[in-house]
């Protein structure tokens, strides 16, 4: 089951070991870091168990962006739904038969913040949903390797449920080719001078949350890019017009 | 909600904060402990986080028995599934609204057992059915506080769903009536002479099996207890047979 689970600085060794743990006992084994406080450290080692092998293989890396590359589908964890207003929000029982879905298309990742304040905006930039998983509103706060838990436990039992017959005829836009539709948007909005008064990308970052969520598939990037290109032809030169 | 979250003979004093805080976070806040190695104890109080007033008013107790006084309905957790011929197995998600029924009557629980090994057969006996929360078959051991979290999540969604609205006409009996259920059929099966090779009360067990199942109100007790007494008074005097 190619389904990445993200850690974003995690800054505790001890939840990265009982991370690894819960997600094995549900059968999820590919382990991503994003710097890491600490990492290889023998209390992750000791907390993880007998799950220590699947720390050992995790991926390391510096940036989400790297973790999410070729990721089709890009889901985000979030305690506060603060900043769920500009993405879908779903359980993680609804969750989790997308993400069955899409990782027969290819790689697929659920992204977990830092313990103390989780995800930064900048990171839910890289999502194209959010899981929200339900809690007392009285006391929210899941330590991480429980929300870990509750996540693989939802893949797990939707493991189990008969999935439908019906294939993605094209696959879903891995990430990266996100990242160069929303860097080639930004070139049209400058060409075209598209602007608005709050600056600083405001309206890229608006722009790239609308790809995220409409789940392009790679013939609707191209055709996006396409059209792109045309605009760009256009502004530019305009030399025909 | 009256839910008790029962744990056996815990061993770890961070186990029992790690479980209090994942009970509190899906607001299921009725802790009882069986005869604990340690508590208090900082640790489990430093891992309870907020939690820790959970932690601070939970019940302590000597016996399973003392812990499932007054429910109606006990359900075991169980990761191995060689005990469960005995008793129904459910999952966690078919539990769960079964919970949410039983505890419009009053107290119910879900027992959890001691780290390395779980629950023994004598605290089986003292559950109407078990809960077998599913994993991955090559690595089923979850952390005590991650199986904790897995059942206090399900209950948290299963609060979210509308409940039916047929009630019980007579409430479930509570484990004390079964008890003396049990104990007034021990003295029928001495006074007919009803045994079997294996001795040592493994058809008294097997017949409060039956009863664990059976979902018995207190009229049916009653009943049951009834018919014992004629059978009793029968079988003792016999005069007037």
């Known amino acids: 089951m190619p389904i990445r689970f993200i850690l974003v600085a995690p800054s505790h060794p001890g939840n990265v070991g009982a991370a690894a743990r819960a997600m094995k006992t549900m059968g999820v084994e590919e382990l991503w870091l994003v710097a890491p406080a600490q990492y290889p450290h023998p209390e992750a080692t000791a907390l993880a168990s007998s799950a220590a092998d699947l720390l050992d293989r995790a991926t390391v890396v510096?940036?989400?962006?790297?973790?999410?590359?070729?990721?089709?589908?890009?889901?985000?964890?979030?305690?506060?739904?603060?900043?769920?207003?500009?993405?879908?929000?779903?359980?993680?029982?609804?969750?989790?038969?997308?993400?069955?879905?899409a990782a027969v298309d290819g790689p697929v990742a659920v992204v977990f913040g830092t313990e103390r304040t989780?995800?930064?905006?900048?990171?839910?930039?890289?999502?194209?949903?959010?899981?929200?998983?339900?809690?007392?509103?009285?006391?929210?706060?899941?330590?991480?390797?429980?929300?870990?838990?509750?996540?693989?436990?939802?893949?797990?039992?939707?493991?189990?449920?008969?999935?439908?017959?019906?294939?993605?005829?094209?696959?879903?836009?891995?990430?990266?080719?996100?990242?160069?539709?929303?860097?080639?948007?930004?070139?049209?909005?400058?060409?075209?001078?598209?602007?608005?008064?709050?600056?600083?990308?405001?309206?890229?970052?608006?722009?790239?949350?609308?790809?995220?969520?409409?789940?392009?598939?790679?013939?609707e990037v191209n055709m996006l890019r396409g059209l792109l290109a045309s605009v760009l032809v256009k502004a530019r030169g305009g030399a025909e017009s």
Not at 70 to 97: D, I, K, N, Q
Not at 171 to 181: C, I, S, T
């Open 62 to 101: 510096d940036t989400l962006s790297e973790a999410v590359q070729g990721c089709t589908l890009v889901l985000g964890t979030s305690a506060r739904l603060r900043t769920a207003l500009y993405w879908p929000v779903m359980t993680p029982r609804e969750a989790a038969p997308k993400l069955l879905e």
């Open 118 to 219: 989780g995800l930064t905006n900048a990171d839910f930039e890289r999502c194209n949903a959010l899981i929200h998983i339900p809690a007392n509103p009285a006391y929210e706060s899941l330590n991480l390797s429980q929300a870990v838990q509750i996540v693989a436990y939802e893949l797990r039992c939707a493991m189990a449920l008969p999935r439908p017959e019906a294939r993605r005829l094209v696959p879903l836009a891995p990430a990266e080719e996100l990242d160069r539709l929303n860097a080639h948007m930004g070139q049209v909005l400058a060409a075209v001078a598209f602007t608005d008064r709050a600056g600083g990308g405001h309206l890229e970052r608006r722009f790239a949350r609308i790809f995220g969520r409409a789940e392009l598939d790679c013939h």
